[in-house]
Nanobody, 115 residues
């Protein structure tokens, strides 16, 4: 069973930056899409960004231009660089891997944007 472990979350001031990391226990190239989702208190989980095997990326509108998703297939890592963070970015961020049959989730990492 694939395991995904997120790291890099924490407390950051508005306007600051964070780099989230997702370490996978198997080759991420075996998954069609790797993605980052987030869930704020009382809200639905939403897609932040995802990236295909070929490197095509999609971003939620509110983070477009401020965030960059990337993948390192050799290291089985997926990253989310977030800049110009806003209080509304506060949420638990989850790594996701889409396979041909199953979808896998990490445990999440908390991001809190506050002064």
């Amino acid at each position: 069973q694939v395991q995904l472990v997120e790291s890099g979350g924490g407390l950051v001031q508005p306007g600051g930056s964070l780099r989230l990391s997702c370490a996978a226990s198997e080759r991420i190239f075996s998954f069609s899409v790797m993605g980052w989702y987030r869930q704020a208190p009382g809200k639905e989980r939403e897609l932040v960004a995802d990236i295909s095997r070929g490197g095509s990326a999609n971003y939620e509108e509110s983070v477009k231009g401020r965030s960059t998703i990337s993948r390192d297939n050799a290291q089985n890592m997926v990253y989310l660089q977030m800049d110009s963070l806003k209080p509304e970015d506060t949420a638990v961020y989850y790594c996701n891997a889409r396979g041909s049959f199953s979808s896998f989730w990490g445990q999440g990492t908390q991001v809190t944007v506050s002064s």
